[in-house]
Structure formats: structure tokens, C-alpha cells
């Protein structure tokens, strides 16, 4: 079964500093989407970034943008210039042959 | 405005005592599921459901019921709650596979003691 990992159960970021949330995945498939969800206090899902799998280039959004390393089965994101409102906690998903699997989730605090 | 919503959004149950969550989307998509978020484990599918009739198991189905009569509707049946199903429930939805943008619901807290 295909599997996703977020190494870190907690990070920390200073304000306007760049910081990088880590996640891999194992998966048979070749043909799969990959996510990264931000869930604020109020425990809204919201969709930061997608990645599909042929796509070699790196998506970016903003001041988001991902590291997708395909042989490796890494998809990190990168979070630029952080602020304040970026606080939350960030899940890793995958999305491949009808299964939809996330991360355990990593707890971002951003310190003014 | 495009829509999940998701009934109750918070409800304490007995133990045994049947009850629904009832889910619906108000952009005709095709792909709807459901799933339940507990700490350190991240949200884990208990089932999903490709269109109308179409309907099959996730990662940890055991406990609960769902049916697709309805392309907007996706309820979550819970037959005999028990306390270990108290959980956040989060209802989904996209148009035809999650590859496209996934819609969530607001999050429904149930405590089941």
C-alpha cells in the first residue's frame, strides 16, 4: 500500500526567513498527484500546492513552491519570506489509482 | 459559492446510538469521500465514491456505512458508535479523481462516550 511520510512532527521558522517542510512517499504507480494541505487552528483543509507526477518541473505558488524529487519519492515544500499567517499545521498527500493517502502532518510556528 | 457542507458540525452521542453525518456539494462533482482525522495519524479515508451508486472502502472502513443515491449527497452512517470513533470527520469532493482540486468540508467533531 502506498505510504506517506512527514519526518518532522514539529518545525520552526522566524518571520521573513525560508523554511522547508520534508515528505516522501513509496508508491508503485507512475502516475500519481501529490499535495500539500495547510490546516489553520480553525481546521479548514486548504490546498497550498499540487504537483502531478509527469510534470518534471516544480510547481510554485506564490510564496510556496516544492522540491518534487521523483526517483526519490520526495515532494518538500518550501515556504518563502514566512509570515505570521502561515502558522499551522501542513499535510503531504498523495493521490494515485483511486487511493488518497496523507501525511501524519507537521506543526509550523512562524516566531515574530 | 462553491460548497461542502457537512451536518453536524459538532455532536457528543451515546455509545450504540446510530446517527448520520450528512455531506453535500454544490458543484455537481462526480468524486466524494470521507474521511476522519486523529492526532499524530493525519486524515485516513474511510470510504470514497466515484459517482452516483459507485462506492467503495478507504483505509479504515470498519464501523461505518455510506450510500450515493444522489450525486450532491454523500452521507456517513454510523450504525453503533463507539468511543473510538470520536474523531474530526472531514467530507471531500472534486470532479472526477482527487487529481483535480479537492473541496472539503468545514470538519464535523462527533465524541462518542
Known amino acids: 500500500a502506498q505510504t506517506v511520510t512527514q519526518s518532522q512532527p514539529e518545525m520552526s521558522v522566524q518571520e521573513a526567513e525560508t523554511v522547508t517542510l520534508s515528505c516522501t512517499y513509496d508508491?508503485?504507480?507512475?502516475?500519481?498527484?501529490l499535495f500539500w494541505y495547510k490546516q489553520p487552528p480553525s481546521r479548514q483543509m486548504i490546498l497550498v500546492i499540487r504537483q502531478e507526477a509527469y510534470k518534471q518541473q516544480n510547481a510554485t505558488e506564490n510564496r510556496f513552491s516544492v522540491n518534487f524529487q521523483k526517483a526519490a519519492k520526495s515532494f518538500s515544500l518550501k515556504i518563502s519570506d514566512s509570515q505570521l499567517g502561515d502558522a499551522a499545521m501542513y499535510f503531504c498527500?498523495?493521490?494515485?489509482?483511486?487511493?488518497?493517502?496523507f501525511g501524519a502532518g507537521t506543526r509550523l510556528t512562524v516566531k515574530p | 459559492e462553491a460548497q461542502v457542507t457537512q451536518n453536524p458540525r459538532y455532536l457528543i452521542t451515546v455509545t450504540g446510538k446510530k446517527l448520520t453525518v450528512t455531506c453535500s456539494q454544490n458543484m455537481n462533482h462526480e468524486y466524494m469521500s470521507w474521511y476522519r482525522q486523529d492526532p499524530g495519524l493525519g486524515l485516513r479515508q474511510i470510504y470514497y465514491?466515484?459517482?452516483?451508486?459507485?462506492?467503495d472502502k478507504g483505509d479504515v472502513p470498519e464501523g461505518y456505512k455510506v450510500s450515493r443515491k444522489e450525486k450532491r449527497n454523500f452521507p456517513l452512517i454510523l450504525e453503533s458508535p463507539s468511543p473510538n470513533q470520536t474523531s474530526l470527520y472531514f467530507c471531500a469532493s472534486s470532479r472526477q479523481f482527487p487529481g483535480n482540486t479537492i473541496y472539503f468540508g468545514e470538519g464535523s467533531w462527533l465524541t462518542v462516550v
Open positions: 465514491s466515484m459517482n452516483v451508486e459507485v462506492t
Open positions: 508508491t508503485s504507480e507512475s502516475d500519481y498527484y
Open positions: 498527500a498523495y493521490y494515485g489509482n483511486n487511493d488518497m493517502r
